[in-house]
Nanobody
Framework: QVQLVESGGGLVQTGGSLRLSCAAS????????MGWYRQAPGKQRELVAR???????QYADFVQGRFTISRDNANHILYLQMDSLEPQDTAVYYC???????????????WGQGTQVTVSS
């Protein structure tokens, strides 16, 4: 059973930056597909970015070069550096870990409890 604990959320002004972290325990971190998702009030959860064990990345269109996903396989930590934040980035951000075999469906993996990101205008 994989356990994921997010941290680093908070309140920031438009144009500011935050760095989210996700500490993983259990499972096989180095070969798992790790991802960040977000859910705003009244909206469905959506992909922000994903990264494979080998470092290949995928970003949502709305990221537009503002966010960077990375991972530390030695210490089992996933990061999301978020720059040029906008009010529409306000959401709860969730960490996800899923096996490469079923990476098409993050719900077949594990979720963290989420961390709130609020961007004020």
């Amino acid at each position: 059973q994989v356990q994921l604990v997010e941290s680093g959320g908070g309140l920031v002004q438009t144009g500011g930056s935050l760095r989210l972290s996700c500490a993983a325990s259990g499972g096989h971190f180095s070969i798992s597909v790790m991802g960040w998702y977000r859910q705003a009030p009244g909206k469905q959860r959506e992909l922000v970015a994903r990264i494979t064990g080998g470092g290949s990345t995928q970003y949502a269109d709305f990221v537009q070069g503002r966010f960077t996903i990375s991972r530390d396989n030695a210490n089992h930590i996933l990061y999301l550096q978020m720059d040029s934040l906008e009010p529409q980035d306000t959401a709860v951000y969730y960490c996800n870990s899923v096996s490469l075999k079923v990476a098409h469906d993050p719900n077949l993996g594990s979720w963290g409890q989420g961390t709130q990101v609020t961007v004020s205008s």
